[in-house]
């Protein structure tokens, strides 16, 4: 295939991973936004983090906050 692009073996598998991870991430951002929802917009990154963590999928504090902040979505207050 690299032969085919004209481009290194190595640039082509760069390039090949660069898009299976942006495709994760996507699919990250989905699952983050819909456990969002499901405990009511209350919880913030680090519970988010335990939550994705407990059942099973693998995700730091910070990468849920950057998806957070993408999709403009911020935990509501306890008072309101």
Do not use: H
């Not at 032969?3 to 495709?23: F, G, Q």
């Not at 917009?41 to 407990?54: K, T």
């Amino acid at each position: 295939m690299s032969l085919a692009l004209k481009v290194s073996r190595s640039a082509y598998y760069i390039w090949l991973k660069r898009k299976e991870k942006s495709v994760n991430e996507d699919v990250l951002g989905n699952q983050i936004e819909s456990m969002y929802f499901e405990c009511k917009q209350r919880y913030g990154s680090p519970r988010l983090a335990a939550e994705l963590n407990s059942v099973g999928l693998k995700v730091s504090r910070t990468t849920v906050a950057k998806k957070l902040k993408e999709r403009g979505l911020k935990a509501r207050s306890g008072s309101i």
